[in-house]
């Protein structure tokens, strides 16, 4: 099962990330962006605004995307897979 847990800034999400952690233990957690290692290069480019274009700032976010589905989410197909934002975050 792949659960996102989604929101704006200060909705809520970490803390019912960490209400499920302590109830799910054995779930992989992760995040878009920044759940894998070039997830975290990404993620810091984009905070820092290296990108000087809106499209180029939408497909490092999408490059992270790939990556994250591919090393986190179908390696992890037949287990409990936590989220905090997917791609609901990008529309």
């Not at 704006?8 to 992989?28: R, V």
């Amino acid at each position: 099962m792949y659960v996102v847990i989604e929101g704006i800034d200060t909705a809520g999400k970490s803390t019912q990330l960490e209400i499920l952690k302590n109830k799910f233990p054995n779930a992989i957690f992760t995040k878009e962006p920044g759940g894998t290692a070039l997830g975290i290069k990404l993620r810091e480019m984009i905070l820092n605004g290296e990108a000087s274009s809106k499209t180029a700032e939408m497909f490092l976010f999408l490059a992270d995307r790939a990556e994250h589905t591919q090393e986190i989410i179908l390696k992890n197909k037949n287990k409990l897979i936590i989220s905090d934002r997917s791609f609901i975050s990008g529309i």
